[in-house]
């Protein structure tokens, strides 16, 4: 497993990735705050992007972050990876969503680099 998180959580903008091996596949969790399912991304390896499996479930806004993520990982990644979004803060200003979006893809290099790195094993961070 390895974990990142980035943000804030007085300032609701805290994000956590939570990359898991499921057998030779992959689940990464995106939350932040009331931890839900918004949006499933799953794809795999060689797969060309409009292949790309997506639910956005109801009036959740987390599509484009569990894209991105699915798009970025699918091939730095060995299986097929599946990604379950759910970030929840009440009464979020557009500086707040312009952070959390931020830490999404700080946290998404964060990964990429700890995955193409090698530097596995039980990590926080």
Known sequence: ???VH???LEENTFVNYRLERL???WVLFITGGEPHIGSVACSEKGRAPEELWQITLGPHKEEGIVKNAALR????LTGEILVVGGIHYENLNSEQIRLIEKNCE????RLES???NGDWGNRVS
């Open 23 to 25: 057998g030779a596949d």
């Open 106 to 109: 700080i946290l998404l290099e």
């Open 73 to 76: 990982l699918k091939d730095i």
């Open 114 to 116: 700890i995955v193409i």
């Open 6 to 8: 980035s943000g804030s």
């Open 1 to 3: 497993m390895i974990e």
